[in-house]
């Protein structure tokens, strides 16, 4: 196995109280009717598909995937697909990735699950793919999201103004302003004792 394609090869990771799977097309029933509980894909300021659009935008996933700029996930709860998850805009011979085009289902956010997701693709980016940096990215005015970035102890590297034209039905040509986040390898000692103490305060409530 190339060190370029070990980015983008299958792997099972699993918590407490999530597991991610390799996302196939067995798991849009599953996405169809997670979707639609908060009717997620209204939110102007993200990209996330419609039920009618699920499997168009598995296999959308899937061929970045084969393309080595994306390994998609099924995000698991209780034996069913509760959202998806990436690693996207692979570069593996710089040792960077990015975490994104996540979403999960209204009734399992501001839950222990985002932790644990998150804490579970970053220990498998730093100490199995050895990444330098790992980066989110998110709309200026998706303050849910860039709360939860910032939770994890990421830091605002800056802001890209005008990155991108705005495609949601209902804002339409509308101009969106991209945060970008990071994580560094430096940091990751201190970000990983940070998000298991929110776990194990998780687990005592």
Not at 130 to 157: M, P
């Amino acid at each position: 196995m190339s060190f370029s394609s070990s980015f983008t090869s299958a792997v099972k990771l699993r918590g407490q109280h999530v597991t991610l799977l390799p996302l196939n097309m067995s798991h849009e029933g599953d996405l169809v009717e997670a979707v639609k509980d908060g009717e997620l894909w209204r939110h102007w300021y993200t990209l996330i598909p419609s039920p009618e659009k699920m499997g168009e935008e598995i296999k959308r996933r899937l061929k970045l995937q084969d393309q080595g700029s994306m390994l998609p996930f099924a995000v698991m709860a209780s034996g069913k697909a509760v959202g998806m998850t990436t690693y996207m805009n692979i570069d593996a011979p710089n040792k960077r990735l990015e975490i994104g085009s996540t979403w999960y289902r209204a009734n399992v956010q501001r839950t222990p699950l985002n932790t644990e997701c998150k804490r579970l693709l970053l220990t498998h980016a730093f100490e199995q793919l050895q990444c330098i940096a790992v980066e989110f990215r998110t709309h200026f005015f998706n303050q849910q999201s860039r709360r939860a970035i910032e939770r994890l102890g990421a830091k605002l590297d800056g802001i890209l103004r005008n990155h991108a034209i705005n495609t949601h039905p209902d804002a339409v040509g509308a101009l969106r302003d991209t945060c970008v986040y990071s994580i560094l390898n430096t940091e990751w000692p201190s970000v990983k004792a940070h998000l298991d103490y929110q776990l194990h305060r998780a687990r005592k409530a």
